[in-house]
């Protein structure tokens, strides 16, 4: 077993193991099941109606333990799994879910040293997943047409690995004017978009995909599914598309008392996938069963507008990120990193984890 000390460990390793060190952030977990994120601090206290929980009686101690506050109350105190990370980090755009980002991971292949691009970074979540999936000898190349968002991205992806991670890029700018500039022609093995007008970027993902490669979509609404499919159906350079979605659904176990629970994470998105043919391939046209009904020209604009206009965020009713909320989630983010490549300079400094008061004593 490679020791948590190893600094040749992939990137991120060492900041999951080991004791839990001022400036990592820990998930409490109270008698009743609620929960909170917090960044350790030296001489840091939580407070709640139940009490001041001190910081310094988390730092220095295993993972997964039990501590009391001062009034006696009990917290379980856990390092945060992904998908709790992803769930309570600073964002400013909405990030994809954990199913969602299992799924993606697995149904387009992301691989250990795969190249892969995506458009639409949001606050980080989903480069994380796959950062964690193509490792430190992998190449991830973000695109984020707003600044903000990216600074935001950015200290997400590094608080959570400790540190920047060796194999990821970040570039501004819109995907189809920017990708066919920075990545050579057939040298991307995925691409991965979460974007409102996918379509659009047909001939730049033709353009920087190797033969084979699968391309992953991810959209919200059914109109947005349908004009996707009929684009790259009408394309001609991509195999049949693939559409799904998931869902989750948590079951509540005490006893016999054993049924679904009462809430669950159903809809949140539609993946589309298919695989870049190589060049001068025409794909196959698969037999299918006429049933079919006609639809005038009128029904299919009406369904699928064709205008650029319609796609835009007030069209779809996407409620805009204000500007308070972006600027708080910045300072956040900004924070938490910083407390995190503080964790980090103590593990590479070999440090046992515990207070400074305690170690001197």
Known sequence: MTDSSDLTSPTGAAHRRGPLRAGQRVQLTDERGRMATITLVEGGEYHSHQGVLFHDEIIGQPDAVVVHNSAGHPYQILRPLLKDFVLSMPRGATVVYPKDAGQIITMADIFPGASVVEA???????????????????????????????????????????KEHPAWSVHIGDFQDTVTSVEAPGSVDRVVLDMLAPWECIDAVATVMAPGGVWI??????????????????????????????????????????????????????????????????????????????????????WTPAKDEDWSEQAQNIPPVSERKVRRSTRDSAAARKAAAHAQDSIERGESGKPETEQKS
């Open 120 to 162: 639409g970074v949001g606050s980080g979540a989903l480069s994380i997943s796959l950062l964690r999936a193509i490792g430190d000898h992998g190449y991830l190349a973000s695109y984020e047409r707003r600044e903000d968002f990216a600074t935001i991205a950015q200290a997400n992806v590094e608080t959570f690995f400790g």
């Open 217 to 302: 979509n991810y959209v919200t609404t059914v109109p947005q599914l349908s004009k996707l499919v009929e684009a790259v159906r009408a394309d001609g350079r991509f195999t049949e598309p693939e559409s799904f979605e998931s869902m989750v659904r948590g079951w509540h176990v005490q006893g016999l008392a054993v049924r679904p629970d009462h809430r669950m994470v159903a809809h949140t998105g539609f993946l589309m996938t298919c695989r870049r043919l190589a060049d001068a391939q025409q794909p196959l046209e698969l037999k299918r069963r006429n049933k079919e009904a006609e639809f005038s020209a009128e029904d299919i604009e009406a």
